[in-house]
């Protein structure tokens, strides 16, 4: 899986907190200082091509929904993170994220976990 943009990262939060939501409503929702509709129109459209994000019509309107995993997400950005700042996949546990509102506690529980099967899968 290719890893989501900073950017892209703003967008899928949002859609992970509020879920499904137009290019409009959530565009309005990020509030990025400059940045245009169509900014944000083109960045949603580069994502559905990735997989980030899945296209759905309502009532003639298209409607974007998170197309990947939040904790899974998570998951692969930490073990990144961690092998570009360590170089090794271990590091940054999940209970980084407690304190905040971007994952709840059974969130973080299973980023644990699947935090855990990295470290596993590394070590064999």
Not at 39 to 56: C, H, I, N, P, W
Not at 73 to 97: E, K, Y
């Amino acid at each position: 899986m290719s890893k989501p943009s900073d950017t892209e990262l703003v967008l899928l939060k949002q859609l992970w907190s509020d879920g499904r939501l137009s290019a409009r409503e959530l565009h309005d929702r990020i509030e990025r200082n400059g940045w245009s509709y169509s900014s944000t129109r083109k960045t949603l459209d580069r994502m559905a091509e990735k997989g980030f994000v899945r296209v759905e019509n309502l009532h003639g309107i298209n409607t974007y929904l998170p197309g990947i995993d939040k904790v899974e997400t998570f998951a692969s950005l930490i073990r990144n993170f961690s092998n570009t700042l360590f170089g090794q996949p271990a590091g940054l546990p999940a209970a980084a994220f407690a304190g905040n509102d971007i994952l709840n506690d059974e969130e973080i529980a299973e980023l644990e976990k699947l935090l855990e099967q990295f470290d596993e899968e590394k070590s064999k």
